[in-house]
T-cell receptor, first 111, second 115 residues
Framework: GQSLEQPSEVTAVEGAIVQINCTYQTSGFYGLSWYQQHDGGAPTFLSYNALDGLEETGRFSSFLSRSDSYGYLLLQELQMKDSASYFCAVRDNSNTGKLIFGQGTTLQVKP | SAVISQKPSRDICQRGTSLTIQCQVDSQVTMMFWYRQQPGQSLTLIATANQGSEATYESGFVIDKFPISRPNLTFSTLTVSNMSPEDSSIYLC????????????FGAGSRLTVL
């Protein structure tokens, strides 16, 4: 089966950089994804890593190390609107390719 | 990306009753996924709904409690049957985007409160 671990909460100040880590255990690996969910909203896709290294999308970057079963989401130049929950997710090896989500990290950005 | 309309957005239900949640997608999709999210918790997959076949349920979820219909490639329903307060949760439908196998688009969710 699959399992993912990420910190439950992170706090940072506006303008800072924050890193949210995710370690995973899977029977087969098909990439690590990150989703953002604001309070009361739907989860939205942020980024995806299939191969080792860094993927950058604006202020957000995501990193993957398959040998370490580890990834992280890096948020730069934090803004108040970045306060949200962030979930890492892996795709399982079933024919449906369903996503299994981590427990989520609540990021609080303070002024 | 796909646009998903989900309703009801919220409801308050009495113990023992059933409620059906509808999910409409603006494009044809092969698979639709139903997730549950309890307050402050992660997303737990209930089942995968393929058009033309029985839904595939995850461990801990059964068809009698969460019957799913998938009559065509743009629509699905999830029924929460014989509800109890433990069923109070947000129920989300989602579809896999063609842009990537790991990219899901979610509906806005249906927030159910069972009294």
């Amino acid at each position: 089966g699959q399992s993912l671990e990420q910190p439950s909460e992170v706090t940072a100040v506006e303008g800072a950089i924050v890193q949210i880590n995710c370690t995973y255990q899977t029977s087969g690996f098909y990439g690590l994804s990150w989703y953002q969910q604001h309070d009361g909203g739907a989860p939205t896709f942020l980024s995806y890593n299939a191969l080792d290294g860094l993927e950058e999308t604006g202020r957000f970057s995501s990193f993957l190390s398959r040998s370490d079963s580890y990834g992280y989401l890096l948020l730069q130049e934090l803004q108040m609107k970045d306060s949200a929950s962030y979930f890492c997710a892996v795709r399982d090896n079933s024919n449906t390719g369903k996503l299994i989500f981590g427990q989520g990290t609540t990021l609080q950005v303070k002024p | 990306s796909a646009v998903i309309s989900q309703k009801p957005s919220r409801d308050i239900c009495q113990r023992g009753t059933s409620l059906t949640i509808q999910c409409q997608v603006d494009s044809q999709v092969t698979m639709m996924f139903w997730y549950r999210q309890q307050p402050g918790q992660s997303l737990t997959l209930i089942a995968t709904a393929n058009q033309g076949s029985e839904a595939t349920y995850e461990s801990g979820f059964v068809i009698d409690k969460f019957p799913i219909s998938r009559p065509n490639l743009t629509f699905s329903t999830l029924t929460v049957s014989n509800m109890s307060p433990e069923d109070s949760s947000i129920y989300l439908c989602s579809v896999k985007e063609r842009s990537g196998a790991n990219v899901l688009t979610f509906g806005a969710g249906s927030r159910l409160t069972v009294l």
